[in-house]
């Protein structure tokens, strides 16, 4: 698969299964308008499923991202910024302007974590489409690489050099205006607003003409934050709440509430031409 960034520890599992124990493939169906890749619920090999060893491997893959999530949380807390990834309701609200655009995108993630809206990109992923997926922590990156990048669904983008795994740090991506959509999973309302600024400055100039940012934020998190906060962490979130107030204000053109999602969240959706 091709990388930019340290090589990553080989071996492990090769699964292929839903985050949230939801049939992915039946529910795509009704809703992506692009291209829809069928998903083997089994090993990702051979599509065996039902059967008590290959719910117990799905199980104990699903136990240990959730594992590995938190833990890299108690290490990093202000990085990652959640204790659990995100639903499958938010990976499909999140993806919504792709899906519904139609024509061959290039497509950046950023913030990917354990998967769980890479894993839902696998499955609108149209032939023509290019996917560049960032990670910052190597354990999260090795988790994409050996079992979200290794399903079904992208093996012919991986094959043809149209999906990559950045174990960078997005900034650090060349900003080339190419991306027609980015989708952001960065815990902004946790980071110091410079970084913030440096985050939404890179995302501006690698968007392309007209391309959309695609964000999440937990609802009510910036309000309850900045009333409970005291001292330079409080100024450190108004500063922050003011800079994306104004950005929302001024860019979204689109957002959705998601309740189905651990806590419930904003997912925005920004356009800066
Ligand atoms: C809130 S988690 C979201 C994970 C996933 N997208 C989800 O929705 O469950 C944020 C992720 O961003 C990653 N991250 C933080 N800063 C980053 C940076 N500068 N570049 C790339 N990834 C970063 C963290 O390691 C973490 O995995």
């Given at each position: 698969?091709?990388?930019?960034?340290?090589?990553?520890?080989?071996?492990?599992?090769?699964?292929?299964?839903?985050?949230?124990?939801?049939?992915?493939?039946?529910?795509?169906?009704?809703?992506?308008?692009?291209?829809?890749?069928?998903?083997?619920?089994?090993?990702?090999?051979?599509?065996?499923?039902?059967?008590?060893?290959?719910?117990?491997?799905?199980?104990?893959?699903?136990?240990?991202?959730?594992?590995?999530?938190?833990?890299?949380?108690?290490?990093?807390?202000?990085?990652?910024?959640?204790?659990?990834?995100?639903?499958?309701?938010?990976?499909?609200?999140?993806?919504?302007?792709?899906?519904?655009?139609?024509?061959?995108?290039?497509?950046?993630?950023?913030?990917?974590?354990?998967?769980?809206?890479?894993?839902?990109?696998?499955?609108?992923?149209?032939?023509?489409?290019?996917?560049?997926?960032?990670?910052?922590?190597?354990?999260?990156?090795?988790?994409?690489?050996?079992d979200v990048l290794t399903a079904?669904?992208?093996?012919?983008?991986?094959?043809?050099?149209?999906?990559?795994?950045?174990?960078?740090?997005?900034?650090?991506?060349?900003?080339?205006?190419?991306?027609?959509?980015?989708?952001?999973?960065?815990?902004?309302?946790?980071?110091?607003?410079?970084?913030?600024?440096?985050?939404?400055?890179?995302?501006?100039?690698?968007?392309?003409?007209?391309?959309?940012?695609?964000?999440?934020?937990?609802?009510?998190?910036?309000?309850?934050?900045?009333?409970?906060?005291?001292?330079?962490?409080?100024?450190?979130?108004?500063?922050?709440?003011?800079?994306l107030s104004r950005n929302i204000?001024?860019?979204?053109?689109?957002?959705?509430?998601?309740?189905?999602?651990?806590?419930?969240?904003?997912?925005?959706?920004?356009?800066?031409?």
């Amino acid at each position: 698969m091709p990388q930019i960034g340290r090589r990553p520890r080989r071996g492990g599992v090769w699964l292929t299964y839903d985050y949230n124990g939801f049939d992915m493939a039946a529910h795509t169906n009704g809703h992506a308008k692009r291209h829809r890749h069928s998903l083997k619920q089994g090993d990702g090999r051979n599509g065996e499923s039902g059967n008590g060893v290959a719910v117990a491997a799905k199980l104990k893959t699903a136990i240990g991202h959730r594992w590995e999530f938190l833990t890299n949380y108690l290490r990093h807390p202000t990085r990652v910024g959640a204790i659990a990834p995100s639903s499958q309701a938010l990976a499909e609200a999140i993806t919504e302007p792709y899906r519904n655009h139609g024509k061959p995108s290039k497509v950046l993630e950023i913030g990917a974590g354990t998967g769980p809206v890479t894993r839902y990109l696998g499955t609108v992923f149209g032939p023509k489409d290019r996917l560049d997926v960032c990670e910052i922590s190597s354990e999260l990156s090795d988790i994409l690489e050996r079992d979200v990048l290794t399903a079904p669904s992208f093996a012919r983008g991986i094959a043809e050099g149209r999906v990559r795994l950045l174990r960078v740090p997005a900034q650090q991506i060349p900003a080339d205006q190419s991306y027609d959509f980015i989708i952001c999973g960065l815990p902004l309302t946790a980071f110091p607003l410079q970084d913030v600024k440096d985050v939404f400055a890179f995302i501006r100039k690698a968007l392309a003409p007209d391309g959309v940012m695609s964000y999440f934020e937990y609802i009510g998190f910036r309000r309850t934050s900045r009333a409970l906060a005291l001292g330079r962490r409080r100024d450190r979130i108004r500063e922050v709440h003011a800079y994306l107030s104004r950005n929302i204000r001024e860019h979204q053109f689109d957002r959705r509430s998601i309740y189905q999602n651990l806590p419930p969240a904003h997912v925005r959706h920004l356009r800066f031409d």
